[in-house]
């Protein structure tokens, strides 16, 4: 009933900067909660950070200060701006997000398919 698309992975330089981006579509009457998770290879799911209704944002200690997680509830859009990036922040980012169903209004966790973040030394 909904469906998260991120987009805006690439390959760059450390030091670089990415913003990532993840549009949601389907029967969202609004968002609890969205996030962004990443997955380097032969590690678990981390998450990095998230940002509610409110506009309260978390941040994991790895990234906290070098990204920004931001939303646009119009549009359906949430971001995450990463600067300085480090060979260490190579992964697939997911984006997730928790949504209050316009139909039933009930709340369901949704995932996206992911987006490769490699960052080169």
């Known amino acids: 009933q909904v469906q998260l698309v991120e987009s805006g992975g690439a390959l760059v330089q450390a030091g670089g900067s990415l913003r990532l981006s993840c549009q949601a579509s389907g029967r969202i009457l609004r968002f609890s909660i969205m996030r962004w998770y990443r997955q380097a290879p032969g590690k678990q799911r981390e998450h990095v950070a998230s940002?509610?209704?409110?506009?309260?944002?978390h941040y994991a200690d790895s990234v906290q200060g070098r990204f920004t997680i931001s939303g646009d509830n119009a549009k359906k859009m949430v971001y995450l701006q990463m600067n300085s990036l480090k060979p260490e922040d190579t992964a697939v980012y997911y984006c997730?997000?928790?949504?209050?169903?316009?139909?039933?209004?009930?709340?369901?966790?949704?995932w996206g398919q992911g987006t490769q973040v490699t960052v080169s030394s």
């Open positions: 940002i509610s209704s409110s506009g309260s944002t």
């Open positions: 997730n997000a928790d949504v209050i169903d316009s139909l039933t209004f009930r709340s369901a966790n949704y």
